[in-house]
Nanobody, 122 residues
Framework: QVRLVESGGGLVQAGGSLRLSCVVS????????MGWFRQAPGKEREFVAA????????TSADSVKGRFTISRDNAKSTVYLQMNSLKPEDTAVYYC???????????????WGQGTQVTVSS
């Protein structure tokens, strides 16, 4: 069983930064591509960023390009999302996900964390 645990969320002012972490246990972390998604109240879950197994390939949503960076440390079984220049519209629950379909932007990942709340005040 694969378990994903996110951390690092919180309340931040607009323009501030946060770094989310997601620790994966239960299977070999480097077997999986990883993704970050977010879901705001009343909205569907949306893609934020994804990274392949080695970290050599990443992709991100247009809404976060230039502000958010996804990275991973396979030795620590951890994927990160560095979020800079945060905006109120970034407020959401952020989820990490693991899957073996490569870098994909859909929600077709196999495993999901429980989510961490990010709130950006104006």
């Amino acid at each position: 069983q694969v378990r994903l645990v996110e951390s690092g969320g919180g309340l931040v002012q607009a323009g501030g930064s946060l770094r989310l972490s997601c620790v994966v246990s239960g299977r070999t972390f480097s077997n999986y591509a990883m993704g970050w998604f977010r879901q705001a109240p009343g909205k569907e879950r949306e893609f934020v960023a994804a990274i392949n197994w080695s970290g050599g390939r990443t992709t991100s949503a247009d809404s976060v390009k230039g502000r958010f960076t996804i990275s991973r440390d396979n030795a620590k079984s951890t994927v990160y999302l560095q979020m800079n220049s945060l905006k109120p519209e970034d407020t959401a629950v952020y989820y990490c996900a693991a899957g073996d379909r490569g870098v994909i932007t859909s929600t077709r990942y196999d495993y999901w964390g429980q989510g961490t709340q990010v709130t950006v005040s104006s």
